[in-house]
């Protein structure tokens, strides 16, 4: 059984930053995939950011076009952790933030069919 558990939601004012953390039990297919996603009130739920390892080694990153510059995903192996550090945040980025993995076959980044989420952290940006 795979946990998830975010961390490090909050209030912050436009331009500020935050930095989200999943930590996660030891789930190790040679292939693995951790992304964060978000969903705001009445909108559907978006991919933001992901990390592919393989074998062990994080080698590429994926990002929404919204956030690219202004999102980092890292991987953290010795503390079963994935972050998401947001700068220049905006009112747009506001959401309930969560964190999902599942394993992968390579090629390009797929935001679909991740089996295991957790329960999110939210966001909210003031103008």
């Known amino acids: 059984h795979v946990q998830l558990v975010e961390s490090g939601g909050g209030s912050v004012q436009a331009g500020g930053s935050l930095r989200l953390s999943c930590a996660f039990d030891?789930?190790?297919?040679?292939?693995?995939?951790m992304a964060w996603f978000r969903q705001a009130p009445g909108k559907e739920r978006e991919g933001v950011a992901a990390?592919?390892?393989?074998?062990?080694?994080?080698?590429?990153?994926y990002y929404a076009d919204s956030v690219k510059g202004c999102f980092d995903i890292s991987r953290d192996n010795a503390k079963s952790t994935v972050y998401l550090q947001m700068h220049s945040l905006k009112p747009e980025d506001t959401a309930m933030y969560y964190c999902?993995?599942?394993?992968?076959?390579?090629?390009?980044?797929?935001?679909?069919?991740?089996?295991?989420w957790g329960q999110g952290t939210q966001v909210t940006v003031s103008s």
């Open positions: 990390i592919y390892t393989y074998g062990g080694v994080a080698l590429d990153t």
């Open positions: 030891a789930y190790t297919p040679a292939n693995v995939r």
């Open positions: 999902a993995t599942d394993h992968h076959y390579g090629g390009s980044c797929d935001w679909s069919d991740f089996g295991y």
